[in-house]
């Protein structure tokens, strides 16, 4: 088979609204229309996208309970206290390291290595 072999096909406008109305009177899904006019369903999202008609997208629904939901709640606050306590971490470490490079300077030390070293730290 040689590359210039396959068959690019390119569908009207005409045509493409003619499958979106068919998939909006809910008849048909994708897989089908697609089955009946030799079309892949990915092309059919393709042109849903392209005419911004996200009502044919399909739509994921998710149920929760309460139990579902106050868990969730309470990770989400449990997260955001633990980047907070990360955020106070990286401080601390960074004033630190400035304290140290100050008093390595302020005492003749070359860098901190050889302060922390001298102190064995």
Known sequence: MYKNDRV????????KL??????TTGKHNKYQLGKLYGIAPTTINEWIKKYDRKDLMNTRVLVETNDEISRIKALQKEIEQLKKLLLKK????????SYLEVAAQKLGYKNVLELKKKLNI
């Open 8 to 15: 690019t096909r390119r569908y009207s406008e005409p045509f």
């Open 90 to 97: 990286d401080l601390d470490q960074m004033v630190e390291e």
């Open 18 to 23: 003619k499958i979106l109305s068919e998939l």
